[in-house]
């Protein structure tokens, strides 16, 4: 078992961090532009937590996790992982960090080869990085994986198309637990799957995370999938970090006009309380991140924007310890 974590260190330090993708103009002229996927936003994560990132699709989050693990460059900004900058580290040097940090994706299917059995799958990245050389070692050691996942010896003869969606993502979970990481970063890893399931996939990695003293940069497109996991919420919009908070603030006590918005499309389970309850509901569709709205990017579908909401940009402000938003009238 590895060594407890200093709880108050931060694994992850995201300062700044901006993605922005040049596209060319179109066969019919269209002048082309900026995308500003991400636009400046800054995170914490530390040792042994949770955190969910949260929006809805095209927000910039995905693109976060990609830049996290280096599988997109920076346009600015830094990222500091286990106290060191990788923002410019070049292949060589990323393959080391990039063992400690890995990836769990929505669908699992399209990222296992399905000419390989899920034995070969796991036993391939323990060859290839040398974490185990030995041949009947590592075929322990998927066994062991195996097992972690809540799997059975014999799902190691298996191929991917002989498990059903959740088998799959805790092969998913198995491959990334056997580089050893610090930090998995987990894409939408139930959005595809059935609810009981989701709640069956979100324990094992709870279960996980306390005994292996993991760290997760959990990214979701709604609030309820994160509530149960995470201790700390961001969400963002268009590029943006809208707010930031503990899970039980952001919940209770949601500042900004998006998180109560997404927090009203929530479900709740009693249904005296789902009839009693106000929905908001946002109008329009998110804007394009190629031509964002002046000021603040979510006044065009803000059912409480004022007048200078258009023209002024609010920053991202602490206004209760540990709880940021970013409105004008928070
Ligand atoms: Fe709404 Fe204005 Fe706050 Fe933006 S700054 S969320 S438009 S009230």
Same mark, same amino acid.
């Given at each position: 078992m590895p060594p407890e974590p200093d709880v108050k260190q931060p694994l992850l330090e995201v300062k700044g961090l901006v993605k922005h993708f040049h596209v060319g103009g179109g066969i019919l002229g269209s002048p082309g532009g900026t995308v500003r996927a991400i636009d400046g936003i800054d995170f914490t994560i530390r040792r042994g937590e949770t955190l969910g990132l949260v929006g809805e699709s095209g927000c910039g989050k995905t693109t976060t996790g990609r830049c996290i693990l280096r599988l997109e460059q920076p346009t600015g900004g830094r990222i500091v992982?286990?106290?060191?900058?990788?923002?410019?580290?070049?292949?060589?040097?990323? =393959?080391?960090?990039? =063992? =400690?940090?890995?990836?769990? &994706?929505?669908?699992?299917?399209?990222?296992?080869?399905? =000419?390989?059995?899920?034995?070969?799958?796991?036993?391939?990245?323990? +060859?290839? /990085?040398g974490i185990v050389k030995d041949k009947a070692k590592r075929a322990d050691r998927v066994r062991e994986l195996l097992e972690q996942v809540g799997l059975l010896p014999r799902h190691a003869e298996r191929y991917p198309h002989q498990l059903s969606g959740g088998q799959r993502q805790r092969v998913g979970i198995a491959r990334a637990l056997a580089m050893e990481p610090s930090l998995i970063i987990c894409d939408e890893p139930v959005s595809a799957l059935d609810?009981?399931?989701?709640?069956?996939?979100?324990? %094992? %990695?709870?279960?996980? +995370?306390?005994?292996? /003293? %993991?760290?997760?940069? &959990?990214?979701? /497109?709604?609030?309820?999938?994160?509530? /149960?996991?995470?201790?700390r919420v961001a969400v963002m919009y268009l590029g943006k970090m809208v707010e930031l908070a503990d899970r039980q603030a952001l919940y209770e006590n949601p500042l900004h006009p998006y998180t109560r918005a997404l927090l009203s499309?929530?479900?709740?389970?009693?249904?005296?309380?789902?009839?009693?309850?106000?929905?908001?509901?946002l109008r329009g569709e998110v804007p394009s991140p190629l031509n964002p709205p002046t000021g603040c990017v979510f006044h065009p579908r803000c059912p409480v924007a004022v007048g200078r909401c258009s023209a002024e940009i609010p920053p991202l402000r602490e206004i209760k310890p540990g709880h940021w938003a970013a409105c004008h009238l928070a």
């Open positions: 992982f286990e106290g060191r900058d990788i923002t410019a580290l070049g292949e060589v040097e990323l =393959r080391s960090v990039r =063992r =400690r940090m890995q990836v769990i &994706f929505q669908d699992p299917y399209s990222s296992l080869n399905p =000419r390989m059995s899920i034995g070969e799958i796991l036993a391939e990245p323990l +060859q290839v /990085h609810v009981s399931i989701q709640a069956q996939i979100i324990n %094992l %990695l709870e279960d996980l +995370q306390a005994r292996y /003293h %993991l760290t997760y940069l &959990f990214i979701a /497109h709604d609030l309820s999938v994160v509530r /149960h996991i995470s201790d499309a929530v479900p709740i389970p009693d249904p005296r309380m789902e009839a009693r309850r106000e929905r908001m509901v």
